[in-house]
């Protein structure tokens, strides 16, 4: 009986540690856009060429350095964090701002439900072409 035990717990745990990254990465990013409005859109922009808001504009986000996109005057923190910006960073930072990045500017505390933050990151991937 206790080797059963043993084996699904062993089991359960692979099981749950293959679904974790997997999980992350696939979001809806129709559910992702009604996140974003909800909770990125007072401070971001997404359009090609459009404003700087309290927050940089989003627009072609995804394989750019962290703190270069004209025209925002970004943190020292972030424009020496060494990111570039891809799924994976892109959710550790939404996730917390302030852990991934001390001394950021953005004052928001960072998706903490799983689920909304895969499929806010699925909806900026698509609306920030």
Known sequence: MKNWITAAAVIVAGLATAAGP????SGEAS????????QCRSCHTLEKDGAQ??????????????GTSAGYAYSD????SGIVW??????????????KV?????LYNGVKNGGQLA???AYLKEATK
């Open 31 to 38: 559910k992702g856009q009604r996140v974003f409005n909800t």
């Open 22 to 25: 997997a999980a992350a990465q």
């Open 86 to 99: 891809d799924e994976a960073t892109l959710a550790e930072y939404n996730r917390d701002p302030k852990g």
């Open 77 to 80: 923190a972030m424009k020496n």
């Open 119 to 121: 499929d806010l990151v």
């Open 102 to 106: 001390p001394g950021t500017k953005m």
């Open 53 to 66: 808001a309290t927050g940089p504009n989003l627009h072609g986000l995804f394989g750019r350095k962290a």
